[in-house]
C-alpha cells in the first residue's frame, strides 16, 4: 500500500544530551534538537498484520496537522522545527477516520461492550498510552513516561490501512445522526484536533462559566475549535486574535464574535474595549509564537479589571517565554500547560458535541488524495491560505 512517510538524520545537537527515555539513532523526545534533513516520500509498505486487541481500519479521511507541517519543515541549520516525541522514518497522519475492516478476538468496543464489527465508523486517539506509569495511574495519560504517538513514532494513517489497539479507537455511530457519506468521516477526523482543543480550555485551562470572556490567540484548527467549544460552553464574547481575513471569516463562522487583528490593532486596547476594561477569564496561546504573544496577554491582565484569569499553552513551539511574576501574583492569574486530547472524557464528548450541532467540518478548506499530500505538506510551511487540508482516501 502507498504511504507518506517521513525521513531524517539523526544528528543531535552538540549541546543536546539524550535523556533516559531517548531511544539512539531511534527515537527521542525533542525532535527539534535531533533530527535533521526532512524528506518526505510515498513508499511502499506492507498491509499491517493486527494482534489480538488491535483492529485494522481503512482510512477514509486525514487531515495534514501543522505538526506534520513542522516535521517535514527544517530551520537554517536543517534541524526540524518540531519539538516533540518524534521517531523516523515514520508514516504521518494521526488525524483521521475510517472503518474497520478486521479486529481481533479482544478488541472491544466502548460503545457496545462487544467486539469491533467489520464496518464500524471509528477515530483515534493520537496518543498511545502505557496504562501502567505512574502519570497514567495517577489519571495523567497525556503524561504518559512511555507514550508512543501514532503519526510520530507509530506509522499513521496517510495511508490505505492503519492498525490501532482497541483502547484508543471511539466509534463514530453517534455522527450518523446529523452526517452521512463522507461527511460522517470528514467530521470524524476532525475529532483528534477539536479533541486538543477542548483538552486545552476545558481539562487544562479549568473551562469557563457562562458569561466570562476569552480570547483565542491564532486562528489555526486548534485556535477555531476552541472558538466552537468556547462559544458553545456559554462564553459571552469570544474574542479571535488573527493577522489573516480568510481565517478571521472563517473565526465568525465557528464561533466569533469578535476578530482583532494583531498586527494591526492595539491588542490590549481593542481585548479591553470590547470587554468594557475587565479582560478574559481565559486566554488561549494557539499561535505557536509566545515569545510574541505573551507580552500582549499579560499586558492585558494586568490593565484589566478581572482577577483569576488563566493563560493556556497549547501551540507547540521551542521558544522561551516572557513572564513576569509580579502580574500573576498581583492579579491572582495562572498559565497552563496543554498536551494530548485523551483521558477525561474529552473524546466522547467531542463526538457527542458534533453529533449534536456543533459542526467542525467547515475547518476543512481543501480535500486532496493521498498522493497530493507531501506537495501540500510542504505548501503549508508558507501559504496559511487554507485552515485545513484534508485527504480522502
Same mark, same amino acid.
Not at 250 to 260: E, S
Not at 365 to 385: A, G, H, M, V
Given at each position: 500500500?502507498?504511504?507518506?512517510?517521513?525521513?531524517?538524520?539523526?544528528?543531535?545537537?552538540?549541546?543536546?544530551?539524550?535523556?533516559?527515555?531517548?531511544?539512539?539513532?531511534?527515537?527521542?523526545?525533542?525532535?527539534?534538537?535531533?533530527?535533521?534533513?526532512?524528506?518526505?516520500?510515498?513508499?511502499?509498505?506492507?498491509?499491517?498484520?493486527?494482534?489480538?486487541?488491535?483492529?485494522?481500519?481503512?482510512?477514509?479521511?486525514?487531515?495534514?496537522?501543522?505538526?506534520?507541517?513542522?516535521?517535514?519543515?527544517?530551520?537554517?541549520?536543517?534541524?526540524?522545527?518540531?519539538?516533540?516525541?518524534?521517531?523516523?522514518?515514520?508514516?504521518?497522519?494521526?488525524?483521521?477516520?475510517?472503518?474497520?475492516?478486521?479486529?481481533?478476538?479482544?478488541?472491544?468496543?466502548?460503545?457496545?461492550?462487544?467486539?469491533?464489527?467489520?464496518?464500524?465508523?471509528?477515530?483515534?486517539?493520537?496518543?498511545?498510552?502505557?496504562?501502567?506509569?505512574?502519570?497514567?495511574?495517577?489519571?495523567?495519560?497525556?503524561?504518559?513516561?512511555?507514550?508512543?504517538?501514532?503519526?510520530?513514532?507509530?506509522?499513521?494513517?496517510?495511508?490505505?490501512?492503519?492498525?490501532?489497539?482497541?483502547?484508543?479507537?471511539?466509534?463514530?455511530?453517534?455522527?450518523?445522526?446529523?452526517?452521512?457519506?463522507?461527511?460522517?468521516?470528514?467530521?470524524?477526523?476532525?475529532?483528534?484536533?477539536?479533541?486538543?482543543? +477542548?483538552?486545552?480550555?476545558?481539562?487544562?485551562?479549568?473551562?469557563?462559566?457562562?458569561?466570562?470572556?476569552?480570547?483565542?490567540?491564532?486562528?489555526?484548527?486548534?485556535?477555531?475549535?476552541?472558538?466552537?467549544?468556547?462559544k458553545r460552553a456559554g462564553a459571552a464574547r469570544v474574542i479571535l486574535s488573527e493577522p489573516s481575513d480568510s481565517r478571521?471569516?472563517?473565526?465568525?463562522?465557528?464561533?466569533?464574535? +469578535?476578530?482583532?487583528?494583531?498586527?494591526?490593532?492595539?491588542?490590549?486596547?481593542?481585548?479591553?474595549?470590547?470587554?468594557?476594561?475587565?479582560?478574559?477569564?481565559?486566554?488561549?496561546?494557539?499561535?505557536?509564537?509566545?515569545?510574541?504573544?505573551?507580552?500582549?496577554?499579560?499586558?492585558?491582565?494586568?490593565?484589566?479589571?478581572?482577577?483569576?484569569?488563566?493563560?493556556?499553552?497549547?501551540?507547540?513551539?521551542?521558544?522561551?517565554?516572557?513572564?513576569?511574576?509580579?502580574?500573576?501574583?498581583?492579579?491572582?492569574?495562572?498559565?497552563?500547560?496543554?498536551?494530548?486530547?485523551?483521558?477525561?472524557?474529552?473524546?466522547?464528548?467531542?463526538?457527542?458535541?458534533?453529533?449534536?450541532?456543533?459542526?467542525?467540518?467547515?475547518?476543512?478548506?481543501?480535500?486532496?488524495?493521498?498522493?497530493?499530500?507531501?506537495?501540500?505538506?510542504?505548501?503549508?510551511?508558507?501559504?496559511?491560505?487554507?485552515?485545513?487540508?484534508?485527504?480522502?482516501?
Amino acid at each position: 500500500m502507498k504511504t507518506v512517510t517521513l525521513f531524517a538524520k539523526w544528528d543531535p545537537k552538540p549541546e543536546f544530551k539524550l535523556g533516559s527515555k531517548d531511544i539512539e539513532g531511534k527515537l527521542t523526545y525533542l525532535g527539534s534538537k535531533v533530527w535533521r534533513y526532512p524528506e518526505l516520500k510515498i513508499v511502499e509498505k506492507d498491509i499491517p498484520k493486527i494482534g489480538a486487541e488491535e483492529v485494522l481500519i481503512e482510512v477514509k479521511a486525514c487531515g495534514i496537522c501543522g505538526s506534520d507541517v513542522h516535521m517535514a519543515q527544517a530551520d537554517d541549520d536543517g534541524y526540524i522545527l518540531y519539538p516533540g516525541l518524534t521517531a523516523f522514518p515514520v508514516t504521518l497522519g494521526h488525524e483521521f477516520s475510517g472503518v474497520v475492516v478486521e479486529a481481533g478476538e479482544g478488541a472491544i468496543n466502548k460503545r457496545t461492550g462487544k467486539r469491533y464489527e467489520v464496518g464500524e465508523p471509528v477515530c483515534a486517539e493520537e496518543m498511545f498510552w502505557c496504562g501502567s506509569c505512574r502519570p497514567c495511574a495517577d489519571g495523567f495519560p497525556n503524561q504518559c513516561e512511555r507514550l508512543q504517538e501514532i503519526g510520530f513514532s507509530v506509522d499513521g494513517a496517510f495511508a490505505k490501512y492503519v492498525k490501532v489497539h482497541s483502547r484508543y479507537l471511539w466509534s463514530l455511530d453517534e455522527l450518523r445522526d446529523r452526517y452521512s457519506g463522507d461527511d460522517i468521516f470528514l467530521a470524524g477526523s476532525l475529532v483528534e484536533p477539536t479533541s486538543v482543543a +477542548y483538552n486545552a480550555v476545558i481539562e487544562c485551562g479549568g473551562g469557563i462559566r457562562p458569561g466570562d470572556n476569552v480570547v483565542i490567540c491564532g486562528g489555526g484548527p486548534i485556535g477555531l475549535a476552541a472558538v466552537a467549544i468556547l462559544k458553545r460552553a456559554g462564553a459571552a464574547r469570544v474574542i479571535l486574535s488573527e493577522p489573516s481575513d480568510s481565517r478571521a471569516e472563517l473565526g465568525k463562522k465557528m464561533g466569533a464574535d +469578535y476578530v482583532i487583528n494583531p498586527i494591526k490593532d492595539n491588542f490590549t486596547e481593542a481585548v479591553l474595549e470590547l470587554t468594557r476594561g475587565l479582560g478574559a477569564k481565559l486566554y488561549l496561546e494557539a499561535s505557536g509564537l509566545p515569545h510574541k504573544v505573551f507580552p500582549d496577554i499579560e499586558r492585558t491582565i494586568w490593565e484589566g479589571k478581572f482577577i483569576g484569569s488563566t493563560v493556556v499553552i497549547v501551540a507547540r513551539a521551542d521558544a522561551k517565554m516572557p513572564v513576569t511574576g509580579e502580574v500573576f501574583q498581583v492579579k491572582k492569574a495562572t498559565i497552563a500547560g496543554a498536551q494530548g486530547h485523551s483521558g477525561y472524557g474529552t473524546f466522547p464528548r467531542v463526538i457527542s458535541s458534533m453529533a449534536t450541532g456543533m459542526n467542525m467540518i467547515p475547518l476543512i478548506t481543501k480535500k486532496i488524495t493521498l498522493d497530493e499530500l507531501p506537495e501540500n505538506i510542504i505548501r503549508l510551511q508558507t501559504d496559511r491560505s487554507e485552515c485545513k487540508i484534508t485527504a480522502l482516501m
